[in-house]
């Protein structure tokens, strides 16, 4: 089955700076990677997915690239500020007979600091 | 548009009791996710169901925790006999009846904090 590896477990930036959490995946058909963020004892809230089928996508400070040769695929967040300090989850799933099983990595705990 | 609910938000249970966790999809959602968070840990696949129908069950432990997805009313993910090890934050996911990989984002609830003492 599917098995997905999130590295760093934490990342602590200065505000301003860039921030990258790495994921690699083992099935290679998977096909949809979205990404989460989990704020303490809140739900984890979708913050930007991408499909196999583009490699790059981006929504303001934030841009999600995939390497389907390498089956990984990385979260950038630029500018970072404080309230970007959260948990943050990639996932990898296949669309199959209609329906995601998400398989998420363990987690990078992100903090920001002023 | 309510977002999906869950309850109750926190639940405590002695060991050997049952806990029954509810799910409400979002509107016009009739496919439902059920997920285990340990603590400090990622999200866990258990269930997957439509209205009536369980899909995929492969991350259900074997024993003591079923899944229904009646045609009236909410999810329930049900946990008989608990024990310490099931203390978890359990959330579940609704997406759209669509077919297309496009349509297939999942949006998760506020999830229930299960206690075990």
């Known amino acids: 089955g599917e098995n997905v590896e999130q590295h760093p477990s934490t990342l602590s930036v200065q505000e301003g700076d860039s921030a990258v959490i790495k994921c690699t995946y083992s099935d290679s058909a998977s096909n949809y990677f979205p990404w989460y963020k989990q704020e303490l004892g809140k739900r984890p809230q979708l913050i930007i997915d991408?499909?196999?089928?583009?490699g790059e996508k981006k929504d303001q400070r934030i841009a999600v690239t995939l390497n389907k040769t390498a089956k990984h695929f990385s979260l950038h967040i630029t500018e970072t500020q404080p309230e970007d300090s959260a948990v943050y989850f990639c996932a990898a799933s296949m669309f199959s007979g209609g329906y995601n099983k998400l398989i998420f990595g363990a987690g990078t705990r992100l903090a920001v600091h002023p | 548009n309510a977002g999906v609910m869950q309850n109750p938000r926190h639940l405590v249970r002695r060991r050997g009791q049952e806990a029954r966790l509810r799910c409400s999809p979002m509107?016009?959602?009739?496919?439902v996710y059920w997920y285990r968070q340990l603590p400090e840990e990622g999200l866990k696949f258990m269930v997957y169901?439509?209205?009536?129908?369980?899909?995929?069950e492969s991350g259900m432990p074997k024993e003591r925790f079923s899944a229904e997805f009646p045609k009236e009313g909410p999810s329930i993910l049900r946990i008989q006999q608990v024990v310490r090890g099931d203390s978890a934050a359990y959330f579940c996911?609704?997406?759209?009846?669509?077919?297309?990989?496009?349509?297939?984002?999942?949006?998760f609830g506020p999830g229930t904090r299960l206690l075990v003492l």
């Open positions: 991408i499909r196999s089928n583009v």
């Open positions: 169901l439509q209205k009536e129908n369980i899909i995929d």
């Open positions: 996911a609704s997406s759209p009846p669509n077919r297309a990989l496009e349509d297939e984002t999942q949006y």
């Open positions: 509107k016009g959602h009739s496919h």
